[in-house]
């Protein structure tokens, strides 16, 4: 595909083939003189090949200043950690955070774990990335949706929230359902102190959105013991589980980069979005059209009048 990127540059066409074509006249007069007065040759095909150069020569001035560009595509399969980085921009992910607001959570500054943790990862997200943040209890409420700027400004109003009884399978489904209605490859991350006591099985809820191609990710918050045996069948189940517990801020965001790459990396693959059309631009017609019109014009210059 050929594009010109200063098309605006056309206009100059006829202005300058008006001037060209002034000065062709005034050459054939001079040429017509030199014919009546010194046995001039008036008319030859050299002279009939010069005249035509002299006309071409400024059209393809004209048309090398619009700079035409081939235009190369092809395409590029994101299957490493690194492409994805460099790429990221381009292929935008979903990251449903939901976040525990029960009465257990505002134990021990358990919300305010959670929150930083939050914090954490919506800083390593890309701009084009999405960000769903939904608090749960024994129900779902969503509050907020949208960049991952925009989420960083009201993550702190989570604390107002609380939530009677924990149902970690409600907020899975619930999740399961936007991501099914989006089509949007996604990353379900849960930060709770895994306290469940109400609902369904929360270790299948997650195993089914995992094995669909989504992964879920569990970040363990506080040292509630009734949260154990919920975090060990999560690792059985091959479901990814943090503990964000006692991590300096350095070691927090090491591991905050790390997870998104890795999951984000997963869902675009098995989405099927892992690939990226790139366009390569190739300035060879420029180079031609412009070494054309210097030797056309060089050419020229052979008559001397």
């Not at 395409?75 to 994805?84: A, F, G, R, W």
């Not at 930060?191 to 099985?201: I, K, R, S």
């Not at 693959?269 to 420029?286: A, E, F, M, S």
């Amino acid at each position: 595909m050929i594009v010109f990127e200063h098309p605006f540059l056309l206009i100059l066409l006829v202005p300058i083939l008006l001037l060209y074509g002034y000065i062709l006249n005034k050459t054939i007069r001079n040429r017509k003189i030199l014919a009546s007065t010194l046995n001039y040759p008036f008319k030859t095909v050299l002279r009939t090949v010069i005249d035509a150069a002299k006309i071409v020569a400024p059209i393809l001035l004209v048309l090398a200043l619009t700079t035409p560009v081939l235009i190369h595509e092809y395409q590029v399969i994101i299957d490493t950690p690194e492409k994805l980085v460099k790429y990221s921009g381009e292929l935008p992910a979903r990251f449903i955070f939901l976040i525990d607001v029960s009465p257990s959570m505002y134990r021990e500054n358990r919300i305010d774990q959670a929150i930083s943790t939050c914090k954490a990862f919506l800083e390593k997200l890309n701009v084009s990335d999405q960000v769903v943040i939904a608090v749960f209890g024994g129900e779902v409420r969503e509050i907020y949706m949208g960049d991952p700027n925009g989420a960083l400004k009201i993550i702190g109003a989570i604390k107002k929230y609380e939530i009677k009884y924990t149902s970690i399978s409600s907020a899975l489904g619930w999740a399961q359902g936007l991501i099914k209605a989006s089509g949007i490859p996604g990353v379900v991350i849960v930060l709770t102190d895994g306290a469940n006591n109400y609902g369904g099985d929360p270790v299948q809820a997650a195993w089914i959105i995992n094995a669909s191609g989504t992964p879920v990710v569990f970040i363990k918050v506080g040292n509630d013991p009734r949260g154990i045996p919920l975090f060990h069948k999560l690792s059985s189940k091959g479901i990814l589980v943090l503990n964000a517990n006692n991590l300096d801020k350095e070691s927090l965001e090491m591991i905050a980069e790390k997870t998104v790459i890795d999951t984000k990396l997963d869902t675009l693959v098995n989405y099927g979005k892992n690939k990226i059309n790139l366009y390569r631009k190739d300035y060879t017609l420029t180079i031609i059209l412009y070494s054309l019109t210097i030797g056309l014009l060089l050419f020229t210059r052979i008559e001397g009048v």
